[in-house]
């Protein structure tokens, strides 16, 4: 059962929902604890002071900002508290946005907001209306001693809030002019149809079930061979090399037919009668059944390569 970690209403005009706040998020984060080598002795950290070494009790560590080197300005815990954000339990839309005015590059962490206890009725009737004006709501609130900015809007009858950054937390990419050439580099127009053609043929609806962390799943097949006693021989893999500007035009023919050979062999290999589709029609033949039949084709095939890598590793 969800647990609710923050709970609260939903402010706008003289309307308040009261809600409460669920993670949208469960990591799958791989930990590990620090050991000593040789007889895995559990490694313990310790505040202590630079000058002699000394361990410092909490209750005595105090908060400095460093202005110059070596030079800091000293906060105390009262100080600090005084300037604290009012402890309010309102999430205060500000304004109503379209989504797609809103950069990506802006949001944080997402959350669920669900309806709190006699508020059922008051909830559905703010999802339904910020469903009808496709509308994202600009709020404030405060979350664990800081003020956030959230970005709430409606998703398959449930409201979702996505904390997001201030302005001035991004960096603009006119920050990036000692990265970026002066000079735009030229691009010939069949280079450009060729990129464009290899983008089409990769085109796709966006399933988030077919992309999987490779990398822990690789660890995790790690860890249980070496629980299990065996010897674990890796193999170097050679760093990826950048394409060469001459190669372009090379390494886009390639790619292109790459994808074709790929789809036509995905094809041939399904075995249910269906004529194989030539590259660049992906997005098409899958809007035409649905896109059902790949996504469900997508979960049957990392079920299948996910059970082989476990009846290898059994091995």
């Known amino acids: 059962m969800a647990r609710a970690i923050w709970s609260g209403s939903i402010s706008f005009g003289l309307l308040n929902v009261p809600v409460k706040l669920y993670s949208a998020v469960s990591k799958q984060t791989v930990r590990f604890r620090e050991l000593r080598e040789g007889d895995g002795s559990r490694i313990r950290h310790r505040r202590v002071a630079e000058d002699d070494g000394e361990e410092v009790p909490y209750e005595k560590i105090v908060k400095g900002y460093e202005i110059t080197p070596d030079q800091y300005v000293v906060m ?3 100080e600090l ?6 402890k309010t339990r309102a999430i205060e839309i500000k304004d ?33 209306a910020m469903e009808d004006q496709r509308k994202v709501a600009v709020a404030r609130f405060v979350l664990r ?8 809007r409606p998703m398959d009858g449930v409201l979702t809030m996505a904390t997001m950054r201030f302005a001035d937390e991004v960096v603009s990419p006119d920050d990036l002019d000692d990265v970026l050439p002066d000079k735009q580099a030229k691009i010939e127009k069949r280079e450009l149809e060729m990129a464009k053609q290899l983008i089409e043929s990769l085109s796709t609806e966006f399933d988030a079930s077919q992309y999987e962390d490779e990398y822990r799943d690789k660890l995790l097949s790690l860890i249980e061979r070496k629980a299990k006693g065996e010897d674990v021989v890796t193999a170097q893999t050679e760093e990826p090399k950048p394409t060469k500007a001459p190669d372009l035009m090379a390494a886009l023919e390639e790619s292109l037919a790459a994808v074709s050979s790929e789809d036509l062999g995905k ?35 990392s079920t299948s390569s996910r059970s082989r890598s476990k009846a290898k590793a059994a091995k």
Request: charged share 35%; hydrophobic share 25%.
């Open 267 to 301: 094809g041939s290999d399904d075995g249910d009668g269906e004529t194989s589709k030539p590259a660049g029609s992906r997005k098409s033949s899958e809007a035409s059944s649905g896109g059902s039949k790949s996504r469900s084709g997508s979960k049957s095939k």
């Open 145 to 152: 001693n800081k003020e956030h900015l959230a970005a709430i």
């Open 76 to 78: 105390t815990r009262d």
């Open 81 to 86: 508290a005084e300037i604290d954000p009012e």
């Open 96 to 128: 109503f946005v379209d989504l797609d005015e809103i950069d990506p590059i802006y949001f944080e962490h997402p959350y669920y907001l669900g309806p709190d206890k006699g508020a059922e009725r008051a909830y559905q009737l703010l999802v339904k």
